[in-house]
């Protein structure tokens, strides 16, 4: 029985991958950080199936004991801050998780467990003011906020230790992928819960930013498939995954409003306020090598996504007494 380690395994990518791993036969370790609120959502329902240690990302020492307790075939790093517009009210945090994390992590399996093989979630807000259009494994990085500076650091060091010291250690920089356990802080899930919320009478209006914003997004759960890939290669290569589709954030509000039977214009109010300092207007991914290479594809469309969310929204507030 292979043992797979996960950073961030309460988040929406730990818990897809989670799952996915368990359906593979895995022994699956996660690391849940000391908080005087406990998150466990959306891993309730594998929650007695998984191993949880507590470790943090901020403290060395705990990563190495945490390998030499586990000894993890695979480790998949996806903790990180990882909202975009905190990174810049919290720029220093941002890079101790986000950046300096990275390096602790592989410095701990480097001396613990050098023969593991190690994932680290890199993002399309690398490229941030693209260079070119779509992007590729080779388009240079022009990260517009601090979480994307900290996601190039990541990415970069990784590199380097594949380098210097020879580690199975890969970099999947996915593009933006969403699911109903989506975080409400992200637009697309603030748009599918403001959708539900103002069909059943919960709420009236929905604010946002900027609305011409275009995305390449997928599905959760499509993408934890590919990060799984690429660990099962012969050599150690970074991919970029993503659906080369793009939409803008009025693409996802309109088939969001479509889907509860309202438009949009009579409900969304634009916030300046909302509207990120340095906005990155365009991602678009070429995928073409994590199609060629590995045989991944996305199996939701985005109307498929898009409908699920807001299915999943009002599902939720139904249970929970709304008529």
């Known amino acids: 029985m292979k043992k797979a380690l996960i950073t961030g395994i309460t988040g929406q990518d730990g818990s897809y991958l989670a799952e996915l791993l368990l359906e593979k036969g895995y022994e699956v370790h996660g690391i849940e950080r000391r908080a005087s609120t406990e998150t466990f959502e959306r891993i309730a329902h594998i929650k007695d199936r998984l191993v949880l240690h507590q470790a943090d990302l901020l403290d060395q020492l705990s990563l190495i004991q945490l390998m030499e307790t586990v000894q993890p075939d695979e480790i998949y790093n996806l903790a990180a801050m990882s909202f975009v517009p905190t990174s810049w009210t919290q720029p220093v945090l941002t890079g101790e998780f986000t950046a300096l994390g990275v390096t602790r992590m592989l410095e701990a399996m480097r001396l613990v467990c050098p023969g593991a093989r190690f994932y680290q979630a890199s993002s399309s807000e690398m490229f941030g003011k693209v260079r070119q259009v779509p992007q590729n494994e080779e388009t240079p990085f022009y990260p517009r906020s601090p979480y994307g500076v900290s996601k190039v650091y990541g990415h970069?060091?990784?590199?380097?230790?594949?380098?210097?010291?020879?580690?199975?250690?890969?970099?999947?920089?996915?593009?933006?992928?969403?699911?109903?356990?989506?975080?409400?802080?992200?637009?697309?899930?603030?748009?599918?819960?403001?959708?539900?919320?103002?069909?059943?009478?919960?709420?009236?209006?929905?604010?946002?930013?900027?609305?011409?914003?275009?995305?390449?997004?997928?599905?959760?759960?499509?993408?934890?498939?590919?990060?799984?890939?690429?660990?099962?290669?012969?050599?150690?290569?970074?991919?970029?995954?993503?659906?080369?589709?793009?939409?803008?954030?009025?693409?996802?509000?309109?088939?969001?409003?479509?889907?509860?039977?309202?438009?949009?214009?009579?409900?969304?109010?634009?916030?300046?306020?909302?509207?990120?300092p340095a906005e990155v207007d365009h991602l678009l991914a070429d995928a073409s090598k994590a199609r060629r290479v590995l045989g991944w594809k996305p199996e939701v469309d985005f109307d498929g996504l898009v409908d699920m969310m807001v299915d999943a929204d009002l599902d939720r507030y139904r249970k929970a007494g709304a008529s």
Not at 228 to 238: G, K
Not at 260 to 270: N, T
Request: hydrophobic content about 40%; overall charge neutral; proline content about 2%.
């Open 156 to 276: 970069y060091i990784t590199v380097n230790y594949r380098e210097s010291y020879g580690l199975f250690a890969v970099s999947g920089i996915l593009f933006n992928h969403e699911s109903p356990r989506r975080g409400k802080e992200f637009v697309t899930r603030k748009i599918s819960d403001g959708a539900a919320r103002i069909k059943l009478g919960l709420a009236k209006e929905l604010r946002l930013g900027n609305l011409n914003a275009e995305r390449d997004w997928g599905f959760a759960g499509d993408y934890v498939k590919a990060m799984w890939m690429m660990l099962q290669q012969d050599e150690p290569q970074d991919f970029v995954v993503g659906t080369g589709i793009a939409h803008s954030v009025r693409d996802f509000l309109e088939r969001a409003f479509d889907r509860v039977g309202l438009k949009w214009q009579d409900h969304v109010v634009i916030d300046p306020a909302l509207v990120r």
